[in-house]
């Protein structure tokens, strides 16, 4: 090999050399400015499955806007023994008025949970709840499909969309 030949392959190997260099850097730099969406800002599933806990409790206190606090101002609420769409606070708190006349006690019995980012996520499965009906003090079970919607808002867990429904074969 001459010289000539031996310095442009030399020359070559520099720039590819560099090339790549820069290419992990950019491609390092760019996970780093990714980083906190998809790494320590995102919340763990526990966290977000936990959150159907936190409604359940404020259903216990048998408070309509205490229920309706853990909902965002614009949420949408597809309620299980309702036809009518909520998509207001006032709505959503009319619903639960009534609902929680009931007394329900739900439970999880099958959960999903897909966290989006660090301000989103869903949490979809099956739940039943137990009902006591006001007059005569007996006791039902409602079993439904649900999906809750979650957005982190000014730092909070809110319900952006809470869908609920019988299940279909009874």
Partial sequence: MTRRASRSISKRAAIVT???????GTVTAGAAVAGPTWGAGKPAEQQIAGLFDTWNRAMQTGDPEKVADLYASDAVLLPTVSNKVRADRAAIVDYFEHFLANKPVGKKIETHVNVLDGNSALDAGVYQFTLTD??????????????????????EWLIVNHHSSKMPEG
């Fill in 134 to 155: 006001p007059g005569t003090g007996e006791k039902s079970v409602v079993k439904a499909r649900y999906t809750y919607e979650y957005e982190k808002r000014g730092g």
């Fill in 18 to 24: 560099a090339t790549a260099v820069v290419v992990v």
